[in-house]
């Protein structure tokens, strides 16, 4: 399987009720294939080394774990990520480790 970066977009998302420079988000949004299938990965400007699978991906698909585990390869080779996490809904946060493959 090959991962394919299809995109890799920088957003700035200022609170639109707040003042200016409080509750700013800056973070690079990435679109990844693995064959038919897409996933898209948060990173946060203020914590670049790491980045969170936005996608949802379940313990029991084994294939898109498989997937995760690629992506989060290149992110580490490609980009410079030290630590990729994907969605836990027990907890409801970003804290399942992913390890690249």
């Known amino acids: 399987m090959v991962v394919a970066l299809l995109e890799k977009r920088y957003h700035f998302d200022p609170s639109s009720?707040?003042?200016p420079g409080q509750d700013e988000y800056e973070y690079w949004i990435y679109r990844f294939a693995v064959d038919?299938?897409?996933y898209k990965v948060r990173r946060?400007?203020?914590f670049p080394?790491?980045?969170h699978i936005?996608?949802?991906i379940r313990?029991?698909?084994e294939q898109a774990l498989?997937?995760?585990a690629l992506i989060a390869k290149y992110l580490v080779d490609q980009e410079g990520v030290t630590e990729v996490n994907r969605y836990n809904t027990a907890t409801g946060i970003f804290d399942r480790r992913v390890v690249p493959v």
Request: glycine share 0%; hydrophobic share 25%; net charge negative.
């Open 54 to 56: 936005l996608s949802n």
């Open 66 to 68: 498989a997937d995760a």
């Open 17 to 19: 009720s707040d003042p």
């Open 59 to 61: 313990n029991a698909d």
């Open 36 to 38: 038919s299938r897409t």
């Open 44 to 46: 946060y400007t203020d």
């Open 49 to 51: 080394e790491e980045a």
